[in-house]
Every structure is written in structure tokens, then in C-alpha cells.
């Protein structure tokens, strides 16, 4: 998933010297990627955890994290030129996604980018306020009226996708009480992990030339400021 997200970010990872946030930053897995692309000279990490923040701190040499959410980023206006929302945005409270999108164009320089993965479906559904689906129209729409420019958006993840709605399974909300890990996830299994390395992998060479995937459980997006 992250080399599908560097295939979209081609031309700013091109340039280096960067300044990348990772709002919703978990354990860090997605800054200690960014550090093996040589692209970053700033890595910083905000989430809602306390435990993961933690966890990311210890993990990640070389960057640094805050407590807080995402539409209250304590980092000062036009600061980085990538910030990074990954599996956030679709448990932010309804009534707060616009100005939680904002926040990430305020931390943006001119003509930075911002990078989203969200969860997806054909048609946008919502269960309750902290969880909904999006389809490329509705997270579209999100975007513009954020006062952001979306340059791409596409569906990824089609084989696994594909596979799971032939078994009528698909994402659906977490029952109460699911995050009793405080947002740690549980890694996947070594063969789930490496299947879904492979499809990705094949996947990301559809992308490269340009080609978006017209389903999948996970939309990637990118936006301008």
C-alpha cells in the first residue's frame, strides 16, 4: 500500500528535502517508511494515542510526535510539503471532516500535497457519525470544500477487494468496544501479508502508467494546496 502511495507521490518524492506530517500516525509504520526514501529531511507524527504515540517514539529514531487530533494540529501554518492522513478520516466525527481537512491545507506549504487512504466502496455509505465509507464523487467533494485541490483519487487493493465481496464480506463499522488496544493494531498473517504484497505489487505498475483502479475497499487520493 505504501508503494502504491509512492507511485502517487512520484513527483514530489523526486525532489527530496521535504517536510512530511503523518496526522493519525499510529506506531509510525508509515514515517519509518519515509525514511528509507531518502525524500524526507523533517518526519513528524501526530495521532489521538498516547500509547501509540509512545510506541511510534521508540520505534521511529529521527522523528518527532505529538498528542492531538486531527483537526487540532499543534504545528505552525505552511510547515511541511507532504502531510499524510492515512485510515483516519473515516472516524472523524461528521461534523468535523471538513475542518479536519483544512487543518492539513493550513500545515501545508504552497503547492504542498496531502495523501489520504480512506476506506471505499462503489456507492459512499455511512453507519454512524465516526465511521463511514467513501466513494471518489463524495471524498471529491470533501476535498473541494476544504479549499484543496484533488489531483488524483483511485481505488486500490481490486484482487483482495474482489475477493472478500465474492465472500459477501466487506469493511463494516467496529463493534463498541473493538479499539480496547488503543489504536494499536494486530498485525496481519504472514501469508495474508504476502498475497496482499503481491497483488499490490502488480497493482502499483497499473497505477504507475497513469491507469486508476475502478474498485477496491481502500481509495487513495492526493490534493494540492
Do not use: K
Amino acid at each position: 500500500m505504501r508503494a502504491a502511495s509512492a507511485t502517487l507521490l512520484a513527483a514530489e518524492l523526486g525532489r527530496g528535502g521535504l517536510a512530511l506530517l503523518d496526522a493519525g500516525c499510529g506506531t509510525g509504520g508509515f514515517l519509518r517508511w519515509a525514511a528509507t526514501t531518502g525524500a524526507f529531511d523533517r518526519r513528524v507524527g501526530c495521532d489521538l494515542s498516547r500509547m501509540a504515540v509512545d510506541l511510534a517514539a521508540a520505534r521511529t529514531p529521527g522523528a518527532e510526535f505529538h498528542v492531538a487530533p486531527l483537526d487540532e494540529l499543534p504545528l505552525a501554518d505552511g510547515t511541511f510539503d507532504l502531510v499524510s492522513v492515512n485510515d483516519v478520516l473515516q472516524h472523524v466525527p461528521e461534523d468535523r471532516v471538513v475542518a479536519a481537512l483544512e487543518e492539513c491545507g493550513r500545515v501545508l506549504r504552497p503547492g504542498g500535497a496531502l495523501l489520504l487512504r480512506v476506506g471505499g466502496a462503489r456507492t459512499a455509505r455511512r453507519e454512524r457519525a465516526d465511521w463511514r465509507l467513501y466513494d471518489r464523487p463524495s471524498l471529491h467533494r470533501q476535498l473541494t470544500l476544504a479549499g484543496l485541490h484533488p489531483r488524483r483519487i483511485t481505488y486500490v487493493s481490486l484482487v483482495p477487494s474482489l475477493w472478500a465481496a465474492a465472500r459477501g464480506a466487506g469493511p463494516t463499522a467496529p463493534a463498541a468496544g473493538a479499539h480496547a488496544r488503543d489504536g494499536v493494531p494486530d498485525p496481519a498473517s504472514p501469508l495474508r501479508d504476502r498475497l496482499g504484497r503481491l497483488a499490490l505489487g502488480v497493482e502499483r505498475h497499473w497505477l504507475a502508467a497513469g491507469r486508476d483502479v475502478r474498485f477496491g475497499h481502500t481509495i487513495l487520493a492526493v490534493a494540492t494546496a
